[in-house]
């Protein structure tokens, strides 16, 4: 077997494993302290990575986009896990800290809160938590999004929404600890069926 599709296989077996162990989950804060309830204003979006922990997407929506003015965006990110420890979170954006025993208006406290401030809002905010799964987390999340126009309703507001009300994707099986496996994609059966082929054909080339 040459170097080259043996290489190829080696890549095509560690996609099917890295794709086989992910779960995810996509849910939206539709809860408000100042605004409307029931509108879907923020999406979060959870992701078990290959190294043992969670990507988080957070984005604002066309119903705050629509609000906003100078400086707008998330400033403040608040969670909590079943255990109540706080979270080892990496690759924040440039000016973000990591805070304890949160409290965010008309959601309780948390207990990890992110924070920003008027200069570093973002209306797409992503991080890594490290060392944690999706079945670790408490249901509810919230934000603060500030910048709004004053003019239209409140220059900033809370929001909530809980992960219980989401999409989970392949592999995940919702809160209750038990995470499926993902179904291996049709196309990666393809590629392998065809660097089998390969390889006999280059065990008859050689005799």
């Not at 494993?17 to 100042?34: G, P």
């Not at 905010?125 to 509810?140: A, H, K, M, P």
């Not at 603060?144 to 219980?164: I, Y």
């Not at 995470?179 to 059966?189: D, E, K, M, T």
Request: proline share 3%; net charge negative.
């Amino acid at each position: 077997m040459s170097r080259s599709i043996r290489y190829s296989l080696f890549l095509c077996l560690i996609t099917m494993a890295a794709s086989s162990h992910a779960a995810t989950v996509s849910f939206f804060l539709n809860e408000s302290n100042r605004l409307p309830d029931g509108i879907n204003y923020v999406s979060v979006n959870l992701t078990e990575n290959l190294a043992g922990g969670v990507d988080v997407l957070a984005r604002t929506l066309d119903p705050l986009n629509d609000l906003g003015i100078r400086d707008f965006g998330i400033q403040k990110f608040a969670f909590s896990f079943d255990d109540g420890t706080m979270a080892d979170v990496s690759g924040l954006p440039d000016g973000w800290k990591v805070k304890g025993d949160r409290g965010m208006n008309g959601f309780g406290k948390f207990d990890t809160g992110l924070l920003g401030n008027a200069h570093t809002r973002t209306d797409v905010l992503s991080f890594t938590i490290n060392g944690v799964g999706i079945d670790d987390f408490e249901s509810y999340f919230a934000v603060k999004v500030a910048g709004l126009d004053s003019r239209l309703g409140p220059s900033n507001a809370f929001f909530g929404g809980s992960l219980e009300n989401g999409s989970f994707g392949p592999g995940s099986g919702g809160t209750d600890g038990n995470l499926a496996a993902v179904p291996v994609p049709a196309a990666i059966w393809l590629f392998s069926s065809g660097l089998v082929g390969l390889m006999g054909l280059a065990r008859r080339a050689k005799k």
